[in-house]
């Protein structure tokens, strides 16, 4: 049995499709804790559209955040209208071998969280590379490609992991989302500022996507209007939504903040009654209905209970914390009980819940499967 990779000697380059910025998502999140750890962590944003200064730029701009973690931009050499498959060829080539130049440890690691760049590892012999997938990449063009080039595929859903498993069985793992926190975080008075700006309200954040049911927020609106509903997170969907957004937002017992920093989110939690995930109900991805949000970490770590329109994979907290509903009525009707005290929250199972899902453990698992992958070993059941 081989042991997890040590951090200390991983040159790690962690691709993200959302960039380094006030929120942090999963992606930025793993970088932290690989860095605090040792490892010599490059945290790639995405590049900006292509231009004709991408024909000058040669060298990534480096910038530190903190120790062991470097923020680094760059421009893809050659423009996606030559077509997708042909640029990404040319770009991972060209990329991977000015990557290549900064790596300063004995093992380089490609760690992907996007289907859209980095198909292939250009980084040289003896790399290494994760495709870590938490949203529904199933269908992009770059999906299989990134999935075949990879050492080890990281999936946060059990839907996701059964789909490349059937193609990729001896590399697929489940790791599911996780918190940074190790169990409920309360009694720090966070969330009094927000109590009294907003009264009694409940909390709504993450982008407004085409796939946000903008329809049940509003029922929600007309039929507790005595809870201020607070929203939080860009609007990034197209013209009918921002427009059923702008109605939404424009109501008196409506907050829309926009994008708000990581410190300000965890507040906004602790202030909140409750927390709610709004999307369709009938959504489908090419992988099944969402079922694995990462912000539910959130939620359950300052112990808000979670109202779903979705089939979440947290079983262990259905009826506890988390209170799934497959029609607006029901959803609705959640929510009020939430209130009225009805529907609670069991902060011990929580807890249990939280100590289960750090950061900490998840990178554990997976140096651990990295390792064995590197050795031959093969994949632990």
Known sequence: MTAALEPGRLSTFVVSN???????????????????????????????PWSAAALVSRDPELQPIEPDLTLLSYRHPAPARIGE??????????????????????????????AFRFAANHLGSGSLKIYHVCDPYLGFALDEPSAEAADLIVCTSRLYAEHYAAKHPDKTIHVPHSSTAGSVRSGDGLGEATRERFGDYLFFGGSITDFV??????????????????IAGPVVGGGRTREAFAELSGRENVVHLGTVPATDIEELVAGSRLCLSAYDFDERTTLGPRTSILKVMDYMARGRALVSSSPLEYSELEGRAIYCRSNAGDYVDAVRRVLDGELTVDVDAVDRFLAERTYGRALDRILTALGDIRSGAGLRP
């Open 18 to 48: 959302e960039p380094w910025g006030p929120q942090h998502f999963i992606k930025h999140r793993f970088a932290i804790e690989l860095a605090r750890r040792g490892a010599e962590v490059f945290f790639c944003d995405p590049p900006p």
């Open 85 to 114: 498959r042909a640029a990404a060829a040319i770009n991972d080539r060209v990329m991977g071998r000015r990557l290549r130049g900064l790596v300063t440890r004995e093992i380089p690691v490609l760690w992907q969280f996007d």
């Open 213 to 230: 049911d903008l329809s049940l927020l509003a029922r929600v609106s007309d039929e507790i209007p005595e809870a201020k509903l607070v």
